[in-house]
């Protein structure tokens, strides 16, 4: 089992829709829970972070983060041709030194 | 502000041949960390620095990788020789502690091992 999971995708939505990103990951104790957003050639770019149960809204992104089920998502609103790319979730492990454990990514294509 | 600034963009090389990656941090950060991405994957952790200290090296290919932080600041790593599968996109980010680990990246160096 990978330490974090992803969908590689790709995951195709309309412009305008809601498109939803999910990630697991297998040790219970992590603490920290990230969203990278990488275009092709190019490096990751952090979106949002969150270690809290519950919900986090950033414009329009939010991340949802269910510890109990060792699940986390990322929910994009009102989706743009622009936001097509490959979304990294990244997690701390329960040492919570700063190493981060990405998941291999989801592509997200957005049709106009 | 100044982001991770990292050279060369892009390096091809001929196996057994020895080469190098430079890392400047964002000012002020203390943490500095290598990844390594292969294609189609997330990043992988090499080393991770706390100001001058390699705290966790643990995934770092001793035989024939290494790096140095000299000052705290600018970082290098070396591959001394490189081989086939050492083709990847090196990542070099940096974070400052604010109570959660906030990584931000360099553009990386593509290297192509021939």
């Known amino acids: 089992q990978k330490e974090v999971e992803q969908n590689s995708g790709p995951l195709s939505v309309p412009e305008g829709a809601i498109a939803s990103l999910n990630c697991t990951y297998s040790?219970?104790?992590?603490?920290?829970f990230f969203w990278y957003r990488q275009y092709s050639g190019k490096s990751p770019e952090l979106i949002m972070f969150i270690y809290s149960n519950g919900d986090k809204e950033d414009g329009r992104f939010t991340a949802q983060l269910n510890k109990a089920s060792q699940y986390v998502s990322l929910l994009i609103r009102d989706s743009q041709p622009s936001d097509s790319a490959t979304y990294l979730c990244a997690v701390t492990g329960s040492s919570n030194t700063g190493k981060l454990i990405f998941g291999q990514g989801t592509t997200l294509q957005v049709k106009p | 502000e100044a982001g991770v600034v990292q050279s060369p963009r892009y390096k091809i090389i001929e196996k057994k041949q020895p080469v190098a990656f430079w890392c400047n941090p964002i000012?002020?950060?203390?943490?500095l960390y290598w990844y390594r991405q292969n294609l189609g994957q997330g990043p992988e952790l090499l080393i991770r620095?706390?100001?001058?200290?390699?705290?966790?090296d643990s995934q770092l290919p001793k035989d024939r990788f290494s790096a140095e932080r000299l000052k705290g600041v600018d970082s290098t790593l070396k591959i001394q020789p490189a081989e086939l599968g050492d083709s990847a996109v090196y990542l070099c980010?940096?974070?400052?502690?604010?109570?959660?680990?906030?990584?931000?990246f360099g553009p990386g160096t593509r290297l192509t091992v021939t």
């Open positions: 000012s002020g950060h203390n943490t």
């Open positions: 040790d219970r104790g992590s603490q920290s």
């Open positions: 620095y706390e100001n001058e200290e390699a705290v966790d």
């Open positions: 980010a940096s974070s400052l502690w604010t109570g959660t680990y906030e990584q931000y």
